[in-house]
Nanobody, 118 residues
């Protein structure tokens, strides 16, 4: 069984930066799609950023220009670099990995809290 492990969340002041990491708990053949979602209190979970195996990326409008998603194909790790953080970015951030050979199933992490103070 594969578990997805996120790290890098924390507390930061507005304007600061954090980098989130996401990796599988064991060796995997590869990552087809890596995605970061977030869920703020009282709000629905939303897709923040996504990267495909071909390197194509997607960003939600609210983070475009501030967040950057990337992947390390050797370490099978997906990163989310978050700059110019604002209080409205406060949320639990979740990573999902669509693992090569898994038939398209997405594996979710437990989430990591990001808190931005004003």
């Amino acid at each position: 069984q594969v578990h997805v492990v996120e790290s890098g969340g924390g507390f930061v002041q507005a304007g600061g930066s954090l980098r989130l990491s996401c990796a599988a708990s064991r060796v995997i053949p590869g990552i087809n799609v890596g995605s970061w979602y977030r869920q703020a209190p009282g709000k629905s979970r939303e897709l923040v950023a996504q990267v495909t195996s071909a390197g194509a990326t997607y960003y939600a409008g609210s983070v475009k220009g501030r967040f950057s998603i990337s992947r390390d194909n050797i370490r099978n790790t997906v990163y989310l670099q978050m700059n110019s953080l604002q209080p409205e970015d406060t949320a639990v951030y979740y990573c999902t990995l669509v693992i090569a050979g898994s038939g398209g199933a997405g594996y979710w992490g437990q989430g990591t809290q990001v808190t931005v103070s004003s």
